[in-house]
């Protein structure tokens, strides 16, 4: 899968979208399907297992896919609408709202317990209230590489209809 269809990028001329979480959707749906394969498992165990261990595994089991389920909804499916038309930018879940123009976008590397990612938030206050762009990026070989890919396949366009002045390495 290429960065592109990792991302669900999309350049229409007058507007670029992508989906940062895109990636993800097909290794959820896969969780999902062991989730609900669960069921009928602690359903055969039900008389074999005691009731502690049941009611624990159960518990474990509805966190699981209380998680799954929320990140299936709530987070694979955010999709950020950059308008060259109206220079604005647009966060869209359900609904479409606007998060800042291109005059106060800023973007930088947040670092998180080991791993880093791409965010993106208005200049004066970025480090309150910013949104992540991109995957997470460790320091190993094959991260680099699809480091590499978004910033030249997804950042960098961005950047370029923004008017934002980049360090490409030669």
Known sequence: MNT???YKFEDNGSEISFMPDYSS???????LGVGI???PVM?????????NILTIASVIWGVYMVYLLWDLFFRVPV????????KSIYRKLFLTKKIMSFD?????????????????????????????????????K????KEEEFLENILYPVLDVLDIPINRPQ
């Not at 959707?25 to 969780?31: E, F, I, Y």
């Not at 999709?79 to 109206?86: A, C, G, H, Q, S």
């Not at 930088?108 to 993106?120: L, P, Q």
């Open 25 to 31: 959707l097909s290794t959820l749906r896969w969780w």
């Open 43 to 51: 359903y055969y165990l039900r008389n074999i297992l005691s009731e």
């Open 104 to 140: 106060e976008m800023t973007y930088f590397i947040n670092d998180e317990s080991g791993a880093y990612y791409y965010v993106i938030g208005k200049k004066r206050n970025q480090f309150v209230k910013n949104y992540r762009i991109s995957n997470y990026f460790s320091g190993s």
């Open 37 to 39: 394969l669960a069921v």
């Open 4 to 6: 592109k269809d990792r």
């Open 79 to 86: 999709k950020y609408i950059f308008d060259k038309r109206e």
């Open 142 to 145: 094959a991260s680099r590489v």
